[in-house]
Antibody, heavy 125, light 108 residues
Framework: EVQLVESGGGLVQPGGSLRLSCAAS????????MSWVRQAPGKGLEWVSAISGSGGSTYYADSVKGRFTISRDNSKNTLYLQMNSLRAEDTAVYYCAKPLAGYYYDSSGYQFDYWGQGTLVTVSS | SSELTQDPAVSVALGQTVRITCQGD??????ASWYQQKPGQAPVLVIY???NRPSGIPDRFSGSSSGNTASLTITGAQAEDEADYYCNSRDSSGNLVVFGGGTKLTVL
C-alpha cells in the first residue's frame, strides 16, 4: 500500500525557514518524480515544486523560485522541501504527491494518484 | 492567476447530470486530470488521461476534452459527490504543473 507521510510543519516568523519531509513507502520511490502541492486556508491547490526520480532535475513555481529547495534521499525514501525567506502568503497545508508515471515529462507525470495527509505551515509574527 | 480557469461554483439536483469545465491553452496539448476534495481531506484523483478512472472511482464520473476545454461529467450526481473539484495539467511551456482554481459542487 502506497503511503506518503508529511512532517515538519509548524509556526514560523516571516523571514524564517522550515524544512518539510515526506516519508514514502509502498512503491519504488527512486523510480518516481515527486511533487509538493500546497493549499492556503480556504483557497485552491497550487503546485509548488517537483524533483526527478534521481534528484538531478528540479522544477519550481515562480512564486517560490529562489526561496524553496526541493530534494530527496532515495536511500531513506524521503522527499524534502527546504523553505527559506518565508512570507505570510506561504501559509498553507503542504502535500507531497506521487504521480501516475515515474518520469516527470511522461504524459502522466503531472497526474497525482497518491497524496499525503498534509502538514500545516503557518507564517506569522 | 492560474493558467487553468474553472467556474467557482456549480450546483446540481440529486440524480441529475452536471458538467464541470476547465479552460486553458495548455489543454490543447495535454490532458487534464481531475481531483475531488472534501473538507479536511487530501485531494483524490477521479479522472486522468483521455478518460480513465482510478480503481474505486464510480463510473458516473467521466472526462472529455475539446480544444482548450476539458470537462468532468458526473452522471446521476449523489449527495456524496458534493465537494471541491480541481483540474490540473502542464503549463503552456510544458515544464511546470498547474491547477485550476477549483469548482465547488453543491448537490441539491
Amino acid at each position: 500500500e502506497v503511503q506518503l507521510v508529511e512532517s515538519g510543519g509548524g509556526l514560523v516568523q516571516p523571514g524564517g525557514s522550515l524544512r518539510l519531509s515526506c516519508a514514502a513507502s509502498g512503491f519504488t520511490f527512486s523510480s518516481y518524480a515527486m511533487s509538493w502541492v500546497r493549499q492556503a486556508p480556504g483557497k485552491g491547490l497550487e503546485w509548488v515544486s517537483a524533483i526527478s526520480g534521481s534528484g538531478g532535475s528540479t522544477y519550481y513555481a515562480d512564486s517560490v523560485k529562489g526561496r524553496f529547495t526541493i530534494s530527496r534521499d532515495n536511500s531513506k525514501n524521503t522527499l524534502y522541501l527546504q523553505m527559506n525567506s518565508l512570507r505570510a502568503e506561504d501559509t498553507a497545508v503542504y502535500y507531497c504527491a506521487k504521480p501516475l508515471a515515474g518520469y516527470y515529462y511522461d504524459s502522466s507525470g503531472y497526474q497525482f494518484d497518491y497524496w499525503g495527509q498534509g502538514t500545516l505551515v503557518t507564517v506569522s509574527s | 492567476s492560474s493558467e487553468l480557469t474553472q467556474d467557482p461554483a456549480v450546483s446540481v439536483a440529486l440524480g441529475q447530470t452536471v458538467r464541470i469545465t476547465c479552460q486553458g491553452d495548455s489543454l490543447r496539448s495535454y490532458y487534464a486530470s481531475w481531483y475531488q476534495q472534501k473538507p479536511g481531506q487530501a485531494p483524490v484523483l477521479v479522472i486522468y488521461g483521455k478518460n480513465n478512472r482510478p480503481s474505486g472511482i464510480p463510473d458516473r464520473f467521466s472526462g472529455s476534452s475539446s480544444g482548450n476545454t476539458a470537462s468532468l461529467t458526473i452522471t446521476g450526481a449523489q449527495a456524496e459527490d458534493e465537494a471541491d473539484y480541481y483540474c490540473n495539467s502542464r503549463d503552456s511551456s510544458g515544464n511546470l504543473v498547474v491547477f485550476g482554481g477549483g469548482t465547488k459542487l453543491t448537490v441539491l
